[in-house]
């Protein structure tokens, strides 16, 4: 037999058995040849005519938009993804974005290794944050260096990440991280399809990979009927399925996978989401990330081509969820930190419900997302969401107003919930004058994952310090002119129930009336923190206040009850982004419980701008249902309140419009004495 002959016989042999190979008949076994267009491909006779009829095909195809905007004028790249796409040239990459980008190797990539103890960086690591960063950059500046990049981080991970051996126990084959790649990989395609080096082999990678992982990703989904709690995981995971059904409808099966995951995606709806719209994990970063999420599931339905008989119900949830925000969200925007979830900056409220405004035609919604300025504005002060138990109360819809959030839930879930019952926030002249601790971090630091979930470094009241129970319940709300009012209970503990209510006085103070009933004893503290800053602790008076040159005040003053009260400096840390906390003024009142008599704290709250200073409270019980409240000895209120007909009022026993009114108020501090 000739030479030549044997050598080509021996290179056919090779090709036969290399990966590419396999990777290429694996292919073209999953994908449906039949549909139009393929015929090139079905008609192939050698391996090389196959790939470049299947490349030919899919850079000309065009289904749907899968990038958000259009690839010949593509958006500037903002700094991170400058960072981002620039770090990725030297193989410097990041996983959680909270930490440095890492160097991860030369000529051979390193898929393995955690710089950190925080799990989050090596799974997020593999979603691939900075992918889209080089395309944009290779959109952008037509240079092939980012595309060349881009393939060459492509081969290596599908070259490591599909050995047998890693796709069983890595953690980058996580089914969360596999749905968001597979949504991903597709969108950048996109982005290189004109590139040169986005050639017919590398495209045969791509193809291979996602039909491996999308396969291996259906086989490990949650389905009914459920058999564990579902959470936003599985939620992401089936809508990243859909996204990859519906840019590559040329997988078999996938019309029925999408309408299998559209049949879980609403059953999961009633169990993730409460009747309130609330979710079920009570985290309000995690909840504003559900309403978009669910109505993607209907755009997408209609992208598979599917006419998916949604029930009324699941809108009509989305809704609540929408309007949840509107209620929850302080007046500037912020939204409450309870649980697992982040402060946010200001208008994030505002941003999220304007998304929706073309879907639901909401006047109430647009005079919130605007600031007031357009539509119709809400009519209640006082909202109470009670299967979540998610409790507002306003002295009006501006941006000023002073704002109460109470989080009151029946649940025992807690891995983003926190045992926190009857905890607040609240602000004052659009800044946040108390907010809850945030959560630091998720793993990698046990001590501090602790710390921030403590039943006691949050705003509520706790026995002996120990880990409250979550059996809340709203008892009643009223809201009558110049007072609103929200009475709830938890049950805090076996021994001891814990009844909280929150009056909001002429929209300036707040009143709190904390009863501990039942035969429980022990130390009993009333925890309250203040935002990062100075604040003065007057022990001998019970009064706490910031000393905040530049902003609004905070005055907090608890009065002498039966039993003696004492006011106590605690360790006060707050969280607002991942991996980032600063110290806070944090203090207690605290009082011993040696017997069954129920004990009470009555507390009373003032916001106050850099004019207004209180030196002189009067809080005190003036018979059954009823308070007197004077503040600087000359504001006097009479607090009237009946739990049972669920109904108050407020009595000023003095005249704002008299002569000299605010000057009395607002009498400077060294003649107040």
Not at 353 to 362: A, H, I, P, S
């Amino acid at each position: 037999m000739p030479i030549r002959m044997i050598l080509t016989a021996a290179a056919l042999f090779a090709a036969l058995l290399s990966p590419a190979a396999d990777r290429l008949d694996a292919l073209l076994g999953k994908l449906d040849l039949s549909r139009p267009g393929l015929e090139k491909v079905r008609s192939a006779e050698t391996a090389q005519q196959k790939k470049a009829a299947l490349h030919d095909y899919f850079r000309n195809r065009r289904i749907h938009r899968l990038l958000e905007f259009d690839p010949s004028r593509p958006p500037a790249l903002n700094k991170r993804e400058q960072e981002w796409a620039a770090g990725a040239l030297e193989h410097k990459f990041p996983g959680q974005p909270a930490y440095p980008i890492q160097f991860r190797g030369g000529e051979t990539l390193d898929w393995d290794t955690n710089p950190f103890s925080d799990k989050e960086w090596i799974w997020q690591l593999h979603r691939f944050y900075w992918w889209p960063a080089l395309g944009k950059a290779y959109l952008h500046s037509k240079d092939e260096k980012y595309a060349k990049e881009w393939v060459f981080e492509l081969n290596s991970w599908v070259d490591h990440m599909h050995k047998p051996e890693t796709m069983k126990t890595h953690p980058g084959w996580r089914k969360l991280e596999t749905g968001q790649r597979i949504a991903l990989m597709p969108m950048m395609m996109e982005y290189f399809r004109d590139s040169p080096n986005f050639d017919a082999d590398t495209l045969v990678t791509l193809l291979w990979s996602l039909s491996e992982q999308s396969d291996s990703l259906f086989r490990r989904m949650a389905r009914k009927p459920f058999r564990h709690p579902i959470n936003n995981h599985e939620i992401i995971e089936w809508l990243s399925f859909m996204k990859f059904t519906a840019a590559f409808p040329e997988f078999k099966n996938s019309r029925e996978r999408a309408v299998e995951l559209l049949d879980n995606i609403v059953a999961a709806q009633d169990i993730v989401m409460l009747d309130d719209g609330m979710i079920a994990e009570l985290v309000t970063s995690y909840h504003m990330g559900y309403p978009g999420d669910f109505l993607q599931a209907m755009e997408l339905a209609k992208l598979n081509g599917i006419d998916y008989p949604f029930p009324p119900r699941y809108v009509e949830k989305i809704e609540k969820a929408i309007t949840a925000v509107m209620l929850f969200s302080h007046p500037n925007g912020t939204v409450p930190q309870f649980g697992d979830a982040w402060l946010k900056e200001p208008g994030t409220g505002q941003r999220f419900v304007g998304r929706f405004l073309n879907t639901f035609k909401r006047p109430d919604w647009e005079y919130f997302a605007s600031f007031g300025k357009k539509g119709k504005k809400p009519e209640k002060l006082v909202h109470t969401l009670e299967k979540s138990g998610f409790y507002t109360m306003r002295s009006g819809w501006d941006g000023k107003a002073l704002f109460a959030v109470m989080k009151n839930s029946d649940t025992d879930y807690q891995y983003h919930n926190h045992m926190d019952n009857l905890s607040f926030e609240l602000s004052a002249f659009g800044q946040n004058v108390m907010a809850d601790s945030g959560c630091y971090i998720y793993s990698g630091a046990d001590e501090w994952r602790t710390w921030f979930r403590q039943s006691y470094v949050h705003q509520t009241v706790t026995l002996d310090k120990r880990q409250l129970a979550s059996y809340g319940k709203l008892l009643w709300s009223a809201e009558s002119p110049g007072l609103n009012v929200i009475s709830a209970r938890n049950q805090s503990y076996p021994e001891l129930a814990h009844t909280r209510t929150m009056f909001m006085v002429d929209g300036k103070y707040l009143v709190i009336l904390d009863e501990l009933s039942g035969p429980g004893t022990g130390t009993l503290r009333q925890h309250f923190q203040f935002m990062p800053g100075k604040a003065v602790l007057d022990t001998g008076s019970l009064i706490a206040q910031t000393v905040n040159p530049a902003g609004v005040n905070l005055y907090v003053r608890t009065m002498p009850g039966r039993d003696r009260i004492e006011l106590k400096e605690e360790i006060g840390w707050i969280s607002t982004v991942y991996t980032r906390k600063e110290t806070r003024p944090a203090f207690a009142f605290v009082q011993e419980k040696t017997d069954a008599s129920p004990r009470q704290f009555l507390t009373f709250l003032a916001p106050l701008p850099q004019e207004r200073q209180i030196w002189d409270v009067e809080l005190e019980s003036a018979g059954e249902g009823k308070l007197r409240l004077r503040v600087n000895r000359y504001e006097d209120y009479t607090i009237t309140f009946d739990p049972v007909k669920k109904s108050a009022s407020l009595k000023k026993n003095f005249d704002p419009a008299e002569r000299g009114a605010q000057r009395r108020v607002y009498t400077e501090l060294d003649s107040r004495r």
